[in-house]
């Protein structure tokens, strides 16, 4: 009987002692949303939080607090002393990286993202074609809070596969991975607003060079599979009876081969093929007819696997492999020789080729 | 009180009283409710309460018959069988009281069962409504209570056993079950424990289920109660016991299990696919009426993280101008609900609707606007609440107000892990519990899968073939059609 009472009268205690110290009551917290990285000339860091602002009282839509400091952490008890909220980065959705930054190499930042357990997995990382903190301090009158209009503008950008949805597990992953290069979506600021300007392409973390935004969806198809594309092909320049066509629920399966000739070069084969609606054709084709049909597929697949072929080039020539054509490679052969490859500076010497299929399965209601 | 026996048996014949006149009338001295007859030339005295007979029946029964004839005639017609002879003294003080009218001649004593006070007519449920199917509701009177399960069981393997509860009250308490379909421990165990109870006065069913269930330390109620006949005749066809306490329009049914107070009648009278969708609505009402406001506390207090980017401005909006923390705000509002609630219950249905409009328009609205509660909270407590009352089991509704408390300190004091904490703490003891010593989480656990079908959802009738597990019952099939 005295036993149960000790141990009831040690739960009560515990219910007193508990504190409630680790209280973070909404209203007196400031969610940072955004955050900004840029490298300034000195070595340090410019770092720049958006909190969303949801007091009546106050007019302004959020808060933007900037500060330098040499890490991430550092610079959240700076910037904790110019505002009377609790920051905390639980709501992080969007971390935007200034291309100066970029360059240097993104990993020391990503330390503080990845360790803090309250961070999601799933914040978006953003590459800024310019200055960051810039972008981020401005406000686009016709568009909601920057951070939210970023945060928006790159995640609808992503369902039609545009460009990649690069969030902190997956940059994470596609760093630690061998045979693949992470990347992720690039913005700029256009004045009235922001808009979407690629794909930046990195070795390691250390941003190299972009794709342009028109060859984006041709990336998407060398680096997987996916569903629910759209992409608008220029047939003037290639063909006598078409103009244009702009291809919607796209569906693209790729198929990787790997072949190591007998002369040491390794061949890597890639068949994207893909199936398309067309949403809009203008041309003297008549769809219906099955034979013109096929003979628009080819063209367009031929376009297609030129792009492609110029994209591969440039990879090459860049040396980063981000389509990841080196996980097949290194699937292809034995640990060991994995390790003794430097597939960095064997990726160039790859012959890499690619073959886009199109095909066509609906054309619409006009004939 | 002084000790006498629990029932009324003539059987102890040690210290057996001779009945007389004088005895019976020294031990109900002061009663003026008892009237006294007597009818000198003919050797007769009659004693009843005279607002416990019937006095039609009176006349028809023993007046005309009696007083009609010669007194040679007399000893005859005592004979008759609704004459009972007694010899026992306390056994006529004891029929007196239960309205039976006792009758003097000569030496010998008799009563008559004459018995008939006014009650309620039967009427609907108040507190469990069904929409379709039978409406009648069992009344205060455990002989009408005991007819109305008749009319719905015309089986001679009902059994009825009468107990009487109470050393002054003098409690009748009916155990019945269907012989070879009730597994007969349960039986032998019920009677045991009610035959157990020694206490001065039984009212209600509900206190007489105090005595006797398995913990009476916890907060669940162990035993059904039902006011529906229809709903306690389905319980003795599944195996289970039923009891009957007079004065009580309840009656109980053991053993029970957790699951079975979110079923209604309702659930079998309806198309098998509506009860299913409404019993599996009452689980998640459940899970709304714990949880729902413990976890605004702990989101709001701790756990920012989990609330959605859109929900997150509209909630920090609502609370900027809250002076409390969310558990004091949280407590406030569940009280003022629970005043509501209980104002509610105590006030006369007219009185009881003007609360309702007072509560819901003043507190509601003008606490947001005094800034003393986000309205968010309100929409929270108000969901929680509704959700409580879709239980139709109000005893267990009742319950899961209480736990719903205690879940929403714990979720101010640790958050999320106080509220996971609660809730394993709840499923331990209910795991714990017993109800005439069957698990109270049957089908769960035991795990018995066998018995979902018809605890979870309502599957179509032809598939619901056998008893539920938990009654052991000997004789397993109930529905013998082909599939």
Known sequence: MSKDRVTIGLLVLLIFLAGCGDQRILERTGFIQSTSYDLLPNGRVKFSISLPKADPEI???????????????????KLARETNLMLVSGQLRTTLFGLSIARAGLWDHMDTLLRDPTISEQAKIV??????????????????????????????????HTIPLTTLYSFTRDYHDDGIEPVAPIVKDAGQNIVVDGVALFHGSSYVDKIKADDSLIFA???????????????????????????????????????????????????????????????????????????????????????????????????????GAGIYVRNSMSYRAWKKLNWYEEFPNVNLQCKVKVKIKDYGFLR | MTNT?????????????????????????????????????????????????????????????????????????????????????KELIIGILSGKAAIFFLQDAFLVDVFGVNSRAISQSETETVITGPHDAFTEQAGTNLSLIRQRIKSSHLKVIKLSVGEI????????????????????KAIERIKFIEVDALFDTNM????????????????????????????????????????????????????????????????????SASR?????ALIITLSFTALYVSITTYHYEMIPENLLLTLTESRSRVPFPPLYEALFMETTIELLREAGARLPTKIGQTIGIVGGIVIGQAAVQAGLTSNILIITVAASAIASFVTPAYVMS?????????????????????????????????????????????????????????????????????????????NKVKNKMKK
């Open chain 1, 59 to 77: 007019k302004v839509s959020r808060e933007f607090l900037t500060t330098v400091a040499l890490s991430g952490k550092e610079a959240r008890i």
């Open chain 1, 127 to 160: 590459i800024v074609n310019g200055d960051a903190h810039e972008l981020l301090q401005k406000n686009y009158k016709e568009y909601p809070r920057t951070g939210q209009y970023v945060d928006r503008l790159v995640e609808k950008e992503a369902t039609g």
């Open chain 1, 221 to 323: 198809f060398l680096r997987g599979n996916f569903k629910h594309g759209e992409i608008s092909v220029d047939l003037t320049k290639d063909t006598k009876e078409s103009k244009t066509a702009m291809l919607s629920s796209l569906a693209s399966k790729r198929k990787v081969d790997v072949r190591h000739e007998t002369n040491g070069r390794t061949t890597v084969n890639m068949q994207v093929s893909v199936k398309v609606s067309v949403m809009e054709y203008v041309g003297k084709f008549r769809l219906s007819n099955d034979a013109q049909r096929h003979t628009l597929e080819q063209q367009i697949s031929e376009i297609m696997t030129n792009r492609a072929a110029r994209l591969i080039k440039f990879l090459q020539e860049k040396k980063i492999d981000s389509i």
């Open chain 2, 5 to 89: 026996d629990v029932q009324p048996q003539p059987s102890s014949s040690d210290n057996q009283v001779k009945p007389s006149l004088e005895h019976t009338l020294s031990e109900f001295q002061d009663c003026i409710d008892l009237i006294h007859r007597s009818y000198p030339e003919l050797h007769i005295d009659l004693l009843f309460f005279g607002h416990q007979v019937d006095h039609d029946r009176l006349y028809q029964d023993i007046m005309n018959p009696l007083l009609s004839g010669e007194t040679e005639a007399i000893p005859t017609i005592l004979k008759q069988s609704r004459f009972i002879r007694v010899r026992d003294s």
């Open chain 2, 169 to 188: 009250t003098k409690t009748d308490v009916y155990v019945l079950y269907i012989k070879d379909i009730a597994n007969m421990d349960y039986v032998n």
């Open chain 2, 208 to 275: 007489l289920l105090q005595y006797i269930d398995d913990a009476p330390y916890s907060v669940f109620p162990q035993f059904l109660t039902s006011e529906r006949p229809d709903a306690i005749g389905s319980k003795l066809i599944a195996g289970r016991i039923v009891g009957i306490v007079d004065g009580s329009p309840s009656a109980f049914s053991a053993p029970t299990s957790f699951f079975e107070y979110f079923s209604s009648s309702d659930d079998y009278y309806q198309r098998w696919m509506l009860g």
């Open chain 2, 280 to 284: 599996l609505l009452r689980f998640i």
């Open chain 2, 398 to 474: 009742a319950s899961i107000r209480l736990l719903r408390f205690g879940l929403i300190l714990l979720a101010g004091i640790w958050g999320n892990f106080g509220l996971a904490a609660g809730v394993t703490a709840i499923v331990i003891h209910m795991s714990g519990l017993t109800s005439l010593g069957s698990s109270y989480l049957t089908p769960v656990a035991p795990l018995k899968l066998k018995d979902w079908k018809d605890v979870f959802i309502v599957a179509p009738f032809k598939f619901l073939t056998e008893r539920p597990s938990q009654s052991r019952s000997p």
